[in-house]
């Protein structure tokens, strides 16, 4: 056992201390965390080594909660209490999620997102999806043996904003502060770049248990350009299961199986599939509770004719995306295979045909986006060394739109335009002295406006009131790095800004969030105002760490006024942070963030002004 | 946002201010500017300095569009030039233009509505070809004889056949869905 360390009194461990941070594979079959020590990306292991998490959350009658292996071992016992691929309901309505008569959970069709009824009650996909990140963020905390500064989460590249949001709500419930919702894609090209030192235009494919991406990326000294993104946020090794377990009921001619009969049958179909992947032929055998015996055999090429037109569904998306990108599939140098359900053969020989190539699988399929995605939490948490010098240029998977009258959608913000992005638009009044306006946020590629998916609804009042058409709303979008858009809306003729508030479609208010806070809290028998305190503090400790490192390297930006209110504002900030106030420390915090604002304004200027410098400096060389 | 408006993004790249584009140099300035603004840069840092990275890299992203489409390029220049573009309230065009439009745009309704992928990818090169034509004017107009009269009626030129090759873009993807 290796000794603990224990550091002199008022003396810090370390100058500069490596912050813990981590990547996590929020999959929809199996979740991963993984984080970079020394240098390498690991993946983390639960007391009993095992790296995969299976994403499945059984709720008890006695109140606990299990996470992972334990909850599967029971899905066929408790199916209706043990929730498998959550992942499929985030961000999403009843009507959106296929096969649910196959499901055995009791699922309340609430406007908005799907709900639950459990033993525990109505539970949220979101709640869920925090259990998952809970028990890792908890591995990851005993494993590296401190508090997260934070994770990088990583999202399907064609989530929505819906799905998206509801991603990171799922972590702010876990307590769990998120550096940037990557696209796993993405993770997955950083990893395999940055390890094969590769240059030219990947494909990556991406089929995981429950959704297909297909992102297509430029990669050059250092930067990692996504070009195009395409895919299909229903469709994934899951389904492959599903036709096999739908062969298998056909085949045995078996009486509708009970929702214990169908999970059984369905984890059966599952673990043919996989034995497919390395046999030629697999066995299913079953004792049903009924009294009836499947036993059946499949052969790889049966299971291939079978999910033919699921392997030919993914490949409209590459199309898509090669199209997008105005590339042809000749002009990529390699297609990495990225999700546990690209093992099956007849995928690979399929994009070995496609692309004329052998797709590049000297990676693990499982693991590379968990691993990239450390990598990435590893430099955003502000452990960057000198060899870190990489970039990531990301996209929006799908386009950003209001509905305009006769219910058609106006693109605001196009699909595959680079992140972050703003775009405004304006509107004018359709009535003499008209002075309110509804606007309808929606996302997707399709002209009507019931064919895409709505993201919000929001009014605009107190617009004077003119005669028709001659108001001029500008409604303003911004797209941020984690892909999430944010709506304002004013009217500029006379001036007047009115106030918007947004209600998201298919998210949690902020109201619902505060409240699964405080149950999960309860629940947990922490101390919310603790950990309230705790996170204040560790902020404020960052910013004022942040601050002093600015003037250390630009304080000569400063004059000696600014100087002294800077300082002044830190060792304010310093005092209330080691008193038991939190909002006093926020105030704090923010009173430092006005005072430092000119000078953060001043520094990103120069640092642009010496790229520019530096880049002028290149040209003139050649 | 503190960022200076007087700035055009021709200054902000480090590039002249003319049509013709060293597109690798475009690529280059994108790239060097944005591994200083980009957020993934200010993550570990305070909102104050998340929220500036946010507003500057979506400004380098914004003119990173603008020099990198022609036709962005082209009506950002005469806007810079103080010469209007817009189809509102400038729409006298030569009646063979207009010709030409309605059968380009006959061509395609007609492939369209028959389903003919092959005719619609070949009305798409046909188009290209020919807008490639026209930008090749436009840079004469913009860069050699300064003629941003001539080099706005162009422009709108070049935003019809944007619009007709767009239609034939969701044309073909229909017909493939």
């Known amino acids: ?622 | 946002m503190s960022i200076d408006p007087t700035q055009d993004y021709f200054t902000l790249f480090g590039l002249p201010r003319q049509y013709a584009l060293d597109e690798g140099a475009l690529e280059a300035a994108w790239h060097e500017l944005q591994s200083q603004v980009h957020p993934d840069r200010y993550a570990h840092l305070p909102d104050v300095d998340k929220r500036r990275s946010m507003q500057w890299a979506t400004r380098v992203n914004e003119g990173f569009r603008i020099l990198k489409k022609p036709l962005a390029r082209a009506q950002y220049l005469l806007e810079l030039a103080g010469v209007d573009t817009a189809l509102e309230t400038n729409t006298v065009m030569s009646p063979e233009f207009l010709m030409e439009q309605m059968e380009w745009r006959e061509a395609v309704e007609e492939a369209r509505a028959a389903g003919e992928v092959d005719e619609l990818e070949q009305l798409h090169h046909r188009l290209q070809t020919h807008a490639r034509e026209v930008r090749s004017d436009l840079a004469l107009q913009l860069d050699e004889a300064h003629d941003y009269t001539a080099a706005a009626d162009t422009v709108r030129r070049l935003m019809f056949i944007d619009k007709l090759q767009q239609e034939i873009d969701e044309a073909l993807l229909a017909l493939e869905e």
């Not at chain 1, 550096?179 to 990893?191: D, F, I, K, Q, Y």
């Not at chain 1, 590629?445 to 709505?454: A, F, G, K, M, N």
């Not at chain 1, 963030?593 to 000078?599: I, K, L, P, Q, S």
Request: some cysteine.
């Open chain 1, 1 to 622: 056992m290796a000794l603990l360390q224990i550091a002199e009194p008022g003396m810090s461990a370390e100058p500069h201390k490596h912050r813990l941070a981590v990547g996590i594979d929020l999959g929809t079959t199996n979740s991963l965390v993984a984080t970079v020590r020394n240098g390498i990306a690991v993946c983390l292991a639960d007391e009993t080594g095992r790296t995969m998490l299976p994403s499945v959350v059984r709720y008890r009658a006695d109140g606990s909660i299990e996470v992972g292996h334990k909850a599967m071992a029971a899905q066929a016992t408790d199916a209706r209490n043990t929730i498998v691929s959550v992942k499929r309901f985030m961000g999403r309505g009843l009507k959106d999620v296929a096969h649910v008569e196959t499901m055995p959970y009791d699922f309340e069709d609430t406007a908005g997102m799907v709900r639950l009824r459990t033993v525990q009650g109505v539970k949220s996909p979101v709640e869920v999806s925090a259990e998952i990140l809970r028990t890792l963020r908890k591995r990851a905390e005993a494993s590296l043996g401190g508090e997260l500064v934070g994770a990088v989460i990583t999202v399907p590249a064609y989530f929505d904003d819906a799905q998206r949001q509801a991603t990171k709500d799922a972590a702010r419930l876990a307590g769990l502060p998120v550096l940037r919702l990557l696209n796993e894609p993405t993770a997955a090209a950083v990893a395999y770049g940055l390890d094969n030192a590769a240059e030219g235009v990947y494909a990556v494919y991406d089929l995981g248990g429950g959704t297909f991406d297909l992102s297509i990326l430029k990669l050059s000294r250092g930067v990692f350009e996504v070009l195009s993104t395409n895919g299909d946020a229903a469709l994934g090794g899951d389904d492959f299961d599903h036709r096999l377990f739908c062969w298998i009921l056909d085949k045995a001619g078996v009486a509708p199986p009970s929702l214990e009969d169908a999970r059984r049958l369905q984890m059966k179909a599952r673990e043919a599939k996989e034995l497919l992947s390395v046999c030629e032929e697999a066995t299913v055998h079953v004792h049903l509770s009924s009294g009836e015996e499947v036993d059946l055999v499949v052969t790889r090429d049966e299971f291939a004719d079978m999910t033919r037109h699921l392997v030919q569904k993914t490949l409209g998306p590459v199309r898509k995306a090669l199209r997008d990108a105005g590339l042809a599939a000749d002009e990529v140098k390699g297609v990495v295979m990225v999700g546990g359900a690209t093992r099956m053969p007849h995928i690979q020989h399929a994009i070995a045909e496609f692309f004329g190539q052998e797709p590049l699988t000297n990676l693990d399929p499982d693991k590379v986006v968990a691993l990239g995605a450390a990598m990435q939490a590893n430099v955003l948490a502000g452990n960057r060394r000198d060899e870190d010098d990489w970039l990531l240029l990301d996209v929006i998977p799908l386009s950003l739109g209001l509905e305009t009258m006769g219910g058609l959608t106006e693109k605001v913000i196009p699909r595959n335009s680079t992140l972050p992005i703003a775009r405004a638009q304006e509107f004018t009044t359709f009535k003499d002295g008209q002075t309110a306006m509804a606007f309808h946020v929606v996302q997707g590629e399709r002209e009507l406006v019931t064919d895409c998916r709505s993201l919000a609804r929001f009014e605009l009042r107190g617009i004077p009131p003119m005669v028709a058409g001659a108001a001029r709303i500008r409604v303003s979008f911004q797209v941020d790095a984690d892909g999430l858009l944010s709506v304002a809306a004013r009217e500029m003729s006379s001036g007047v800004e009115a106030s918007v508030l947004v209600k998201p479609s298919y998210g949690l208010t902020d109201d619902e969030i505060a409240g699964m806070l405080k149950s999960g809290v309860e629940h947990a028998g922490d101390d919310m105002l603790a950990r309230a305190l705790r996170e204040q503090q560790v902020e404020g400790e960052r910013v004022i760490e942040a601050t002093e490192q600015a003037i250390a390297k630009d304080g000569a930006l400063l004059s000696a006024d600014e100087r002294a209110t800077i300082e002044q504002s830190i060792a304010t900030l310093r005092e209330l942070c080691s008193g038991k106030d939190h909002r006093a420390i926020k105030s704090g915090i923010d009173a430092l963030a006005r005072a430092t604002d000119g000078f953060a304004a001043r520094r990103m200027d120069n640092s642009i002004r010496s790229a520019l410098a530096g880049h002028k400096v290149d040209e003139f060389e050649v």
